[in-house]
């Protein structure tokens, strides 16, 4: 085990172990700032692939917008941290069979599957070649992306409006 | 690699787009006269619907970003889903412009109408589009404005619980899915549907990973044409939303969750055709077995939970996933003669289906209420509507001489035609489980006598016409189907094979 494969699960278990937190905590105030933690792994992780920009845009848009509006929300809305969260009925034990057997399944593709492989390469930048394909090959998916934008605003507009 | 020469691929999209932007505008602008807005909505639909048909016959990849690779494929397969799609949206504004609940939320009509056309727009890149990538984003921008109108009226709690389970049910998918989207990326390398075909055609990729992501892909899918470990949602969504965005979601987003769905199959496993037009398939995953068993419980599932069913609307939600297992056995049989069945079943069923959700739509403006129980008697005192809603019924079981009798015909023609016989039988008893549920209504509306309440519905000119529009293909499709087969017929091609 070398030093890359150590930092490696370092941000997967920090990942893993505060999501873990954010779904169990009572109080949805802690559970947010769980969220940071685990947003914050992520970002970790892309790093390590290699994904520079991607890892700095969880960072500016994860960590440093979506949690602040959350809290901010949270914070706002009146009451909502003595919410009781959780519903009546909870079938603990056919959701752990459903979900262990589908992580099961899951785990077992991932340690076994023929993966694709490219060779080791040095990384670079990936700013400039993503801007480049956003803008060339995949044009039409960056413009649907804007009209994407546009519904959700407007969406959430419809929503939040009385 | 020259984009803009490709652009007039896609006039019928700007068209939808620029259809959206006009009426945030016109809202924005005109607060004053809402009344306009479902005009330039219908304009916007007749001028992309002007294009859809000029370009319909071409068959070319549109974005192209090397040899063979495109993200869009404009085929006579997309093209007839998208006139589809644009014939269906027309009747919902249509439906809109009378609808006591849209009209109830008289401010907010801007918003209602660029959301329809958003989910336009999704539905239209979802038909032709021929990259996960694409696909992953346009079923993105066709949930994401059906789960804000399906709560569209916010006084009704019904709605609002309409469009929470919605996103929930909605994201679990698509997260499912875009998980299956990225194993079959990490086993392939890319995400265009051909150059998957090319790499399985190559190596031996068998494996479990790779039918786990098929799998997964599949929920994504199953989810918008709610087949049935993915069909959760339907019943209690259908139940609340308002019921235009119902007629909606029962037709056209089950016609481009199905459009991408024979595409997909064919474009990724097709391996050649074989005499009478069987398709060959690439044999990793056994499509045959998975969907016939998919639809099978479908249509049995949809069918005997619909019996129970004392809200009409509700009724209706089930039948729908009744049908959808159905039109999942022609797309089950895997053939060219298959998929002109689903074509033709379609088309039919999309006349009927809003019809019915039309009737009941009219009926419960006025007396507000979609239970069974409040038809006795209605049959006499609205003559009209109620012959109206026995046709698209008795359409909807697929009984001669109506046109649902047609599309049953063909489906099963093709099912015995491929020597599927046992789940012919198994869809064919299905039916006959349905006429009960069916004629339920007609037997409150006409035999059950209520002599203490009257009601009369005074129909506008325009819902008049609307109504004619919907009930005569009915009547004629039943008689005089030719032309519908042989457009079907026409119409089953996908670039690419």
């Known amino acids: 085990m070398n030093i890359y494969d150590l930092i490696f699960y370092l941000f997967a278990a920090l990942t893993l172990i505060s999501a873990f937190f954010v779904v169990t905590n009572k109080n949805i105030v802690h559970s947010a700032f769980y969220l940071l933690f685990t947003f914050f792994g992520v970002a970790g992780i892309y790093v390590l692939l290699g994904a520079d920009f991607v890892a700095i845009v969880q960072l500016i848009v994860y960590v440093g917008g979506i949690l602040i509006l959350l809290l901010f929300g949270v914070m706002l809305t009146n009451k909502i941290t003595n919410v009781e969260i959780k519903t009546g009925t909870i079938n603990i034990f056919s959701a752990t069979i459903g979900v262990g057997l589908f992580a099961g399944v899951l785990l077992a593709a991932v340690l076994y599957a023929p993966w694709k492989v490219t060779l080791l390469q040095e990384p670079v930048s990936t700013t400039g070649i993503l801007g480049n394909l956003l803008m060339n090959e995949y044009v039409l998916v960056f413009e649907l992306l804007g009209i994407i934008l546009l519904i959700a605003l407007i969406g959430a507009a419809s929503i939040a409006r009385r | ?497």
């Open chain 2, 1 to 497: 690699m020259n984009f803009t020469s490709d652009l007039y691929l896609i006039y019928p999209e700007i068209v939808l787009t620029a259809t959206l932007i006009v009426v945030v505008l016109f809202d924005l602008i005109f607060k004053r006269s809402q009344s306009w807005l479902p005009v330039l909505s219908l304009t916007g639909i007749l001028a992309a619907f002007i294009f859809v048909v000029m370009q319909y016959g071409t068959n070319l990849p549109a974005f192209e970003y090397s040899t063979k690779n495109s993200l869009l494929s404009i085929d006579n397969l997309s093209t007839y889903f998208k006139g589809i799609i644009l014939v269906t949206s027309f009747f919902i504004v249509l439906f809109s412009i009378f609808s006591s609940e849209i009209k109830s939320c008289k401010d907010r009509h801007g918003e209602y109408y660029s959301l329809l056309v958003g989910m336009m727009i999704g539905m239209f890149f979802l038909v032709s589009s021929n990259d996960l990538i694409l696909i992953y984003l346009s079923m993105e921008l066709l949930s994401l404005s059906s789960y804000v109108l399906s709560g569209f009226v916010k006084k009704s709690i019904r709605n609002s619980e309409a469009s929470l389970k919605y996103v929930i049910y909605g994201s679990v998918s698509s997260g499912i899915m875009l998980f299956g989207i990225s194993l079959l990326y990490g086993l392939t390398g890319t995400t265009n549907l051909n150059e998957i075909n090319t790499i399985l055609r190559g190596t031996n990729v068998i494996d479990i990973s790779f039918i786990l992501s098929i799998f997964m892909i599949l929920a994504g899918f199953g989810f918008k044409i709610s087949v049935v470990p993915f069909h959760f949602w339907t019943p209690d969504v259908y139940e609340g939303s308002p019921i235009t965005i119902t007629a909606y979601l029962s037709v056209a987003s089950k016609a481009a969750g199905f459009a991408v769905l024979i595409r997909f199959i064919k474009s990724v496993f097709f391996s050649g055709i074989s005499q009478g037009g069987y398709w060959n398939l690439l044999s990793y995953f056994d499509w045959q077995v998975v969907l016939v068993l998919i639809s099978i419980v479908t249509m049995t599932l949809g069918n005997f939970t619909a019996l129970w069913q004392d809200n009409l609307k509700r009724m209706l939600a089930y039948s729908s996933i009744a049908h959808a297992g159905y039109i999942l056995l022609g797309v089950a049989v895997l053939s060219d003669q298959g998929i002109t069945s689903v074509l033709i079943y379609f088309a039919i069923y999309m006349f009927m289906n809003l019809g019915a959700f039309l009737v009941v739509m009219l009926i419960a403006n006025k007396i507000g209420s979609e239970n069974i129980d409040d038809y006795r008697g209605l049959g006499y005192s609205i003559p009209f509507l109620g012959t109206v809603l026995a046709i698209f019924l008795v359409s909807l079981t697929g009984l001669p001489p109506t046109a649902g009798f047609i599309a049953k015909l063909y489906l099963f023609v093709a099912l015995v035609d491929a020597k599927m016989i046992v789940v012919a039988i198994i869809a064919l008893l299905n039916t006959v489980v349905s006429l009960y549920y069916y004629i339920r209504v007609l037997k409150n509306m006409y035999l059950v006598k209520d002599v203490i309440k009257t009601v009369h519905i005074q129909l506008k000119p325009l819902s008049f016409v609307t109504i004619l529009l919907l009930v005569i293909p009915v009547l004629l499709f039943g008689i005089y189907f030719t032309p519908i087969v042989d457009f079907a017929k026409l119409s089953i091609q996908i670039l690419g094979l």
